[in-house]
């Protein structure tokens, strides 16, 4: 037999246990704000820009072209090279395999530019590697290779472009849907496992039948006077009999 799912009754779940999923869902989004705030560290991004040949307004030939598609290769493959990350690393102290992690190198479709994209938790030290590395390259390929095609467009740390990756905003935003799908999913999971009897409904739906109900629910001082001054105690009378008298 197919289950099917019954809105309806998860809409009276969530209804009922509305407490639950307001004080879970502000407890859950309070810890994820104060994470992001106090624990997480903001990640920024610094670009270096290194051309590739020269820059021409008219069309370049074939043999050109193929030129600074090979030299736009060698310059991306060298700037990962063990050459520059030694000197980097002498540098910065920074271990190679977090070095690598750090640097990312772009180059759009019929481009000469090289992007030289560096991420950290401290700007400087982003705008650091970024120009140390944009150098770097263009000193040791020119000095080694005897060439004087590649040229560093971002020549000081303040031509460096820098910004923040991360936004706090989209992050507390994520947050606070996460905390209310984990309260209302803390919310069925104790209807789900609690087995206590709520209505009379409940009870018939077992194919049982409710014989009477008893309102266990505190009632006003003013009922429970009424009620009192309604009924005596009951006086035990000789023969053992008990009986109850009503006081009009």
């Not at 030939?61 to 991306?76: F, H, K, P, T």
């Amino acid at each position: 037999m197919d289950e099917s799912v019954d809105i309806k009754g998860i809409l009276k779940i969530l209804r009922r246990r509305i407490v639950t999923i307001v004080i879970t869902s502000f407890c859950v989004f309070a810890l994820i704000a104060l994470s992001l705030i106090f624990l997480v560290k903001p990640t920024y991004e610094a670009t270096g820009y290194l051309l590739v040949g020269e820059l021409k307004t008219e069309e370049q030939y074939y043999g050109e072209r193929q030129e600074i598609d090979m030299l736009l290769a060698s310059s991306i493959d060298f700037i990962k090279s063990p050459i520059i990350l030694n000197t980097i690393n002498g540098e910065f102290n920074i271990p190679h395999d977090e070095l690598i992690e750090k640097i990312t190198i772009n180059n759009n479709d019929n481009s000469q530019i090289i992007n030289v994209v560096v991420r950290d938790n401290d700007p400087q030290i982003a705008k650091g590697l970024a120009s140390t590395i944009t150098e770097t390259t263009v000193e040791t390929m020119n000095g080694s290779f005897d060439m004087d095609a590649i040229q560093v467009l971002s020549n000081t740390e303040e031509t460096i472009s820098l910004t923040r990756v991360d936004n706090v905003a989209l992050n507390l935003v994520i947050g606070f849907v996460v905390s209310l799908i984990m309260g209302g999913s803390l919310a069925l999971m104790r209807d789900y496992f609690d087995d206590s009897i709520k209505s009379h409904k409940e009870i018939e739906v077992l194919g049982l039948t409710v014989l009477g109900e008893v309102n266990l629910k505190d009632q006003p001082r003013s009922q429970k006077t009424k009620a009192n001054k309604g009924l005596e105690v009951a006086k035990r009378k000789k023969g053992g009999k008990i009986s109850a008298e009503k006081s009009y």
